[in-house]
């Protein structure tokens, strides 16, 4: 039986009250929990993506009341939410953290995004980049976690596959004006890997950035199961999590790495 799993194409736009979206999120995530196995969110969407001032500001340790209120929805629903990425305080160091929740609302993984975005700017002035790989089992099966910029590097996905993990999870806060390469990176990563990716992408504006949505489902042999558009949106999509392993079975090009 299929796994059924639901982006949250979330809108986060500078003018809005950050209270405001959060509500909204939640809300989005419960309602979408009520017909999935996993729930997923974008990155960064708590501040947007590109605004460094806002993710200063609204940062919180793991323990505080953003990762708090998705707990409880997890709890609640009893589905998986990867609660998309937000900035983690931590000490003295800010990370761009994804944060996976069980259904019975206890943290599963937490992942802090291995390769900061901006030559020298952007997110590299506030985050610290995160060391480790991140694997777990999920409804998906063995499931692998990345955040944005993460899927411009396919040595990461190689290690994740190579730790066993036959899907991969990405939060994301990808442009609109390079939303082309997030669609083709995107199958990319599925093609060569032979695995499922389950990308979601965050829209709207703030910081002078328009975000590009187009979250995706994409099976191990490359093909789109399903994508969103521009706005916000829930997509929903069934996912074959047997599909791996039968694909890698068939066409073993995996076993012939040197």
Not at 52 to 72: C, I, K, N, Q
Not at 116 to 135: C, I, P, Q, R
Request: aromatic fraction near 6%.
């Amino acid at each position: 039986m299929d796994t059924t799993v639901a982006l949250v194409q979330l809108r986060s736009d500078g003018p809005e009250p950050v209270e405001d979206r959060v509500e909204r999120a939640e809300r989005l995530t419960r309602d979408a929990a009520l017909g999935a196995d996993l729930v997923v969110l974008p990155e960064l969407w708590v501040s947007g993506a590109f605004d460094v001032e806002a993710a200063g500001r609204l940062a919180e340790p793991l323990d505080g009341p953003l990762v708090g209120r998705f707990r409880d929805v997890a709890a609640a629903t009893g589905t998986w939410v990867h609660m998309g990425a937000f900035p983690e305080r931590d000490g003295a160091h800010t990370f761009n953290t994804s944060v996976v929740v069980a259904p019975d609302g206890t943290i599963a993984a937490t992942y802090r995004k291995r390769h900061l975005f901006g030559f020298d700017g952007g997110e590299t002035t506030l985050m610290s980049a995160g060391d480790e790989l991140v694997v777990l089992d999920t409804p998906l099966g063995v499931t692998g976690v990345a955040t944005c910029y993460d899927l411009r590097f396919p040595e990461q996905f190689r290690d994740l596959v190579d730790l066993g993990a036959t899907a991969v999870v990405v939060a994301s806060g990808w442009p609109e004006r390079r939303i082309e390469h997030w669609r083709v990176l995107l199958r990319a990563r599925a093609i060569e890997d032979q695995c499922w990716v389950v990308a979601c992408n965050g829209v709207g504006t703030h910081a002078g950035v328009t975000l590009g949505g187009r979250s995706a489902v994409i099976d191990p042999l490359g093909v789109v199961i399903a994508e969103g558009g521009s706005g916000e949106e829930v997509l929903t999509a069934g996912v074959d999590a047997e599909l791996a392993a039968t694909w890698r079975d068939e066409f073993p090009a995996l076993d012939d790495r040197r």
